[in-house]
C-alpha cells in the first residue's frame, strides 16, 4: 500500500505535466495493480487522496495517458462509494467527450467508467441523454458492430437508458433500430440474446421506433430465432423464447403501427410461425402470435387488406389445432376479421366446414371460452351479413338453435349480439328460420326476458325489436299471441327507461296491426 500511497502523490504534484508521460502510466499502472491486490484499502486511499482532479486533468490534456486514466476510472468505479467523488469532480463529462474517440480501447474504459458511475442514478442519465451521449452510443454500435467487448459495453449503456422518455426520443432520431436487429441476427450466446431483447423491448414502448423495428426486419429475426429454438426444454432458451414472443406483442400494440405493420407484410410472418408452432409448438409463441394477429384484425383498414390477402382462410385452417386456447383466440380474431365487414361475413357464412365445426364447438361443455367465441362468431356472421344464402347455410348447419340459447346468456353482450343477430336474420330471410325458432322456443324465451326484472334496458329494447321481425311469420305471431305477450308488454309501457317504453308501445301497435307512430 505504501507503494500505491507514493503513486498517488506523485500523481498529485506531476500529473499534469506532459513531458512526464512514462512516469504517469507507471503510477496509473500501479494503482490499477493495487486494486487487484486490496481493492478495499486502495479505495480508501483513493478516496482520501483527493486523485480524482488529477485523473480528469489528464483525461484532458494528456492523450498519451489518457486510455489508461480512463482504465482507472472504470476500475475506481466499480464501487458504489468511489461514484460520488468521480461525480463531483466532473469526470462524466470530461468522459463523455472521449465518446468520439476512434481507439477502441479508450471507447471501451471510457464506456466503462461512464456506465458504472452513472448506474441507477436517473438524474446522471438524463443529464447524459442530454449533451448527446445517445448519437456517441450509436455510432460506436454502427462503427464497432464486429467488437464484442465495445458492443457488449455500448448494449449495457443502451439498456441504461432505455427506459428513459428522453432517451427514446433521441433514439428514435437515430438508425439504432437498424443496429439492434444487426445484433439480435450476430448473437451467439443467451447473454447477448438476453441484453439486445432488454433493450428492444423498452424501445418498443415508444411508437416511432416500433416502426423502425419492423422496417429494420426484426419480425424476420424474431421468426427465426423461434424457430431455431423450437423444441427445446433448456431453461435459457425458454427465456430467450419468452423474450421473442412478448416481443411480437409490444411491436403490436396500438392501431397505427397495427396498420404499418400489416403493410410491411408481418401477418403472413406470424402465420407462417403459428403454422410451424401450433402443434407441439411453445405456448408462449402461441400466445404471443395469436394475440398479434388479434391486434391486427382490429383497426378496420386492416380488416380490408388482410381479407384480400387470404387471412381469414389461412386462420380457418389453423383451427385444426385441438389445442384449447390456440382455438378461442382464432375465433376471435375471426370474429374481429368479420365486425363491420359484410364481405367477410359473406365467405365465412357460406363454408360448411366453418360453420359445422363452430356449431360442435357452441356444444363444447367443457370449454366455456371457446363455446362463447363460437356463438359470439356466428352472431357476428349473421349481423354483418346480407345474403339469404348465410341464413340459409346457418340455419343448415343447426346454428341458430345456439343463438337462441346466446339470447339467455349471463353476459348482456353476447345476450345482445345474439339478439340483434337473429332480427337482422329474420329480416333477411325469416321463413327459412320459422321452423327452428319454434323448436328453439325462442318465442317462449323472449317472453321470459322481458318479464324478468333483472334483464337491462337494452336487451328488454333489442328482445321487442326481435318480437316486431317474428310477427311477420303468421305461426309465430300465434305463439306470441297464445303466451300472453301482450300483457307484458302492456306493463313494459310504464318501465322507468324511456327507450324500453318506446319500443314497447311500437311493438304493441305492430301486434295489433296498428301502423307504429
Known sequence: METLSQHLEYLALCGDDTKAEDQILESLNGILLALTEDKQRSFSLLRESGIFLTLAKILKGNPRCAVKAAQVLSEIAKNEEMKKPCIEADLVLTLISLLESTDQEMLLHAGRAIGRICYDNRDLQEELVKVGVIRSLVRILTDFAESEPLVHVDLLALCNLADLDTAKEALSKTK???????????????ERLEIVFEVLQALAENDALKVQLVEAGVQEVLSEILLKLQGSSQAEDTCIVKAASDLIVSLLLGDGNCVRMVQLGVIHQLLDLLEKHVESGDISVQHAALSALRNLAIPVVNKVQMLEEGVAERIQALLRSEVPPVQFKLLGTLRLLADGQADA??????????????????????HAGIRGEANR???SILSHNRSQEVVKAIQEAQGVKHLVSMTTSEHTAMQNEALNALAIASAIDLETLEESFKE?????SLHKLLQDDNTSPEVKYNSMGLLCSLLNSGDLRQEIEDNKIKETLEQLCSHSNANVVKEAVTTLQVLRGETPH
Open 440 to 444: 328453439s322456443q325462442l318465442v317462449q
Open 345 to 366: 361475413a359473406e365467405i365465412l357464412g357460406q363454408d360448411p366446414m366453418l360453420l359445422n365445426r363452430l356449431v360442435q364447438w357452441c356444444n363444447a361443455n367443457d
Open 176 to 190: 439504432v433500430a437498424e443496429q439492434l436487429v444487426k445484433q439480435l441476427r450476430r448473437a451467439e450466446n443467451h
Open 377 to 379: 362468431l356466428l352472431a
